[in-house]
């Protein structure tokens, strides 16, 4: 018990104090990600939200680039609202 105690001492220590996310890296990480095509679904259907995201996976653009930028699906207001914080942690799916 006395070694298990240590352990987990140790790796409290040395390991998990002191550990801080950095925001805006994880910001960058879930906005690019294609897996967020999810919330523009009631805006576009399932099969224009499958293209989207094969075109993001195949040519590495965001899905920001392909929607507002080239395609201009959306204005960026209407992507700032899908696309908020609260809305991507307790969607609501709502056009």
Not at 52 to 59: L, Q, S
Request: proline fraction near 2%; include cysteine; aromatic fraction near 8%.
């Amino acid at each position: 018990m006395k070694v298990m105690t240590n352990a987990c001492d140790t790796l409290r220590t040395k390991l998990v104090e002191g550990v801080t996310a950095n925001t805006e890296r994880c910001k960058d990480y879930v906005m690019n990600s294609i897996g967020i095509v999810t919330l523009l679904k009631p805006h576009f259907g399932y099969q224009k939200c499958a293209a989207i995201a094969k075109e993001g996976y195949t040519t590495g653009k965001s899905l920001h680039q392909i929607v507002v930028d080239e395609q201009h699906l959306m204005t960026q207001a209407e992507w700032d609202a899908t696309f908020n914080t609260q809305n991507l942690i307790h969607p609501k799916f709502v056009k």
